[in-house]
């Protein structure tokens, strides 16, 4: 089983970055395939961010990709989300999410375990 905890979360302006930190604890971490959800208002929720569980492949959504990176410290049992260029839409509890049998943005995945959410609010 594993634990996962998110922080990172907070207020800025459009155009400046924040880093989300997802900090795991339980058995195997480097196990598990990787990602990031987020739930915005009136909208459904989407995983915007996936890393494979070596940290070798990455897979963003259209409307995140060339802003945001996932990584992975599998030493540390550690997994970041580094967001750039932010804009009001972006505005949503993020969670960190994990899967033993894979996650691929775009397409329906079973999620094991996630944290409770931290909020990002962007303001223009």
């Known amino acids: 089983q594993v634990q996962l905890v998110e922080s990172g979360g907070g207020l800025v302006q459009a155009g400046g970055s924040l880093r989300l930190s997802c900090a795991a604890s339980?058995?195997?971490?480097?196990?598990?395939?990787m990602g990031w959800l987020r739930q915005a208002p009136g909208k459904e929720r989407e995983l915007v961010a996936a890393?494979?569980?070596?940290?070798?492949?990455?897979d963003y959504a259209d409307s995140v990709k060339g802003r945001f990176t996932i990584s992975r410290d599998n030493s540390k049992n550690m997994m970041y989300l580094q967001m750039n260029s932010l804009k009001p839409e972006d505005t949503a509890v993020y969670y960190c999410?994990?899967?033993?049998?894979?996650?691929?943005?775009?397409?329906?995945?079973?999620?094991?375990?996630w944290g409770q959410g931290t909020q990002v609010t962007v303001s223009s």
């Open positions: 339980g058995r195997i971490f480097s196990t598990y395939a």
């Open positions: 999410a994990a899967s033993s049998l894979g996650l691929r943005v775009g397409s329906p995945s079973v999620i094991h375990y």
């Open positions: 890393i494979t569980q070596s940290g070798g492949t990455t």
